[in-house]
């Protein structure tokens, strides 16, 4: 169900849409709120779901598990840790044995890799000097006083507000995801959002 930490943020949000300058059109909202509910499974999500079958893990990764990368995926099939640690160990700041997983997908935006959680850090202390750090925190960009400021500052900090603006979901999508992964839920999600929001 809905995540109580998601809900009091929201009801507290205000604030953070207008000083991360996402308020300033309801088509800035519509896209922002879009992204948030794809990625958080609609409210209901705090991690990254890394439970993949074998199959489902060449799928997701095929260059890095047979036939075509070098890794057995019954090996790394139904084990979260395990394959966090080797799909995102070594890259987006990882660098000790267990970051991939530490550092895993967590959040509204599903913040992961060490470098962007310190970014996160750096970016609500602007705001607010006394915000936890969170690579030494890493559970508390999911508390209710920090998600939708963590959320905002990385959706600012990637240019999604202008692209927002030019109404070009597939680039909003590839700023937050890297790629397009789930993109016809993204539209639906955007369609509901205005829906909302109207006038955008």
Request: positive net charge; glycine residues 8%; charged residues 25%.
């Amino acid at each position: 169900g809905l995540r109580p930490g998601y809900r009091d943020a929201f009801a507290a949000g205000q604030e953070i849409f207008e000083r991360f300058a996402i308020a300033e059109t309801p088509q800035r909202v519509a896209h922002f709120v879009a992204q948030l509910l794809h990625e958080s499974g609609a409210l209901t999500r705090e991690y990254e779901d890394l439970d993949y079958s074998a199959r489902r893990l060449v799928q997701v990764w095929p260059c890095r598990f047979r036939p075509v990368g070098p890794l057995n995926p019954k090996a790394y099939a139904h084990n979260p840790r395990k394959l966090a640690n080797a799909v995102y160990g070594g890259r987006m700041g990882n660098t000790a044995p267990q970051d991939g997983y530490l550092y895993r997908g967590r959040g509204l935006l599903q913040l992961t890799g060490k470098a962007n959680y310190a970014a996160a850090t750096e970016r609500v202390r602007r705001c607010v000097p006394g915000a936890p750090d969170f690579v030494r925190e890493p559970d508390a960009v999911l508390a209710p006083e920090w998600c939708l400021a963590v959320a905002a500052g990385e959706w600012a900090s990637r240019g999604c507000n202008e692209l927002a603006d030019a109404d070009d979901l597939e680039q909003v999508t590839r700023r937050i995801n890297g790629g397009c992964t789930g993109f016809a839920e993204r539209q639906e999600w955007l369609h509901k959002a205005r829906l909302a929001w109207p006038s955008c």
